[in-house]
């Protein structure tokens, strides 16, 4: 390709989109970016976005990634997070850069891998998707066969749950079927930016061993 990706700079905020790009394009582009980037990446039959996050976007992704650890704690469910590995899938031609992503039910299988290939590994059974900047691409999670996606848009946090090889819009998450979280994460980490960073974990523990005790 004639682009000189080292040259590309993409404000916060804002995403580039090159058409036309084949897989193996794609794949160059991926090594020319490199490992350490602030933007991450979405490629769609052929077509490939690069976009840079805002600050409250980064802020969103690791307070929600916490609780979910936090939550993962109290419930003791083993779990692998591999934050914003790239997933892709030559067949399908398409590939993804979560905000995060867990292992949960196939944590074993992908506990201490340097890469991911989805040819053989399974996809994460949950990723996480901060849509400040209307990035979200469930399309391509759903393709990917990803489990389970949770979105936060426009201070809600939506569950999609793979049906059937589609995803559906659910209330509760099919790893935490008892726990009203679409409520709480949201409730959370709005309450974060008044109350710090410890004081938001510690009263969503504390809210996790309540709910626990009361089933």
Not at 82 to 93: A, D, R, V, Y
Request: glycine residues 4%.
């Amino acid at each position: 390709m004639l682009l000189k990706l080292q040259q590309l700079t993409v404000p916060p905020g804002q995403r580039v989109l090159l058409k036309d790009v084949n897989w193996q394009d794609f794949e160059g582009i991926l090594a020319d970016l490199g490992e350490s980037r602030n933007s991450r990446i979405a490629y769609d039959n052929n077509t490939l976005e690069i976009m840079a996050s805002l600050p409250e976007h980064e802020s969103a992704k690791v307070i929600i990634a916490d609780l979910f650890k936090v939550l993962m704690q109290e419930l003791e469910i083993d779990f692998w997070p591999l934050g914003s590995t790239t997933f892709k899938n030559e067949l399908m031609q398409q590939g993804i850069e979560p905000d995060d992503c867990f292992y949960i039910e196939n944590e074993a299988k992908v506990r201490g891998k340097k890469r991911i290939d989805l040819t053989v590994d399974p996809p994460p059974d949950l990723a996480l998707e901060i849509d400040v900047t209307s990035r979200t691409h469930p399309n391509i999670y759903q393709n990917l066969g990803v489990p389970e996606l949770w979105r936060f848009e426009r201070g809600k946090l939506k569950i999609d749950v793979l049906e059937n090889g589609e995803y559906a819009e659910s209330e509760f998450s099919i790893h935490f079927p008892d726990l009203p979280l679409t409520d709480a994460i949201p409730e959370y980490l709005e309450r974060s930016p008044f109350i710090g960073w410890n004081k938001t974990m510690n009263t969503f523990r504390v809210w996790v061993q309540q709910q626990v005790s009361a089933k």
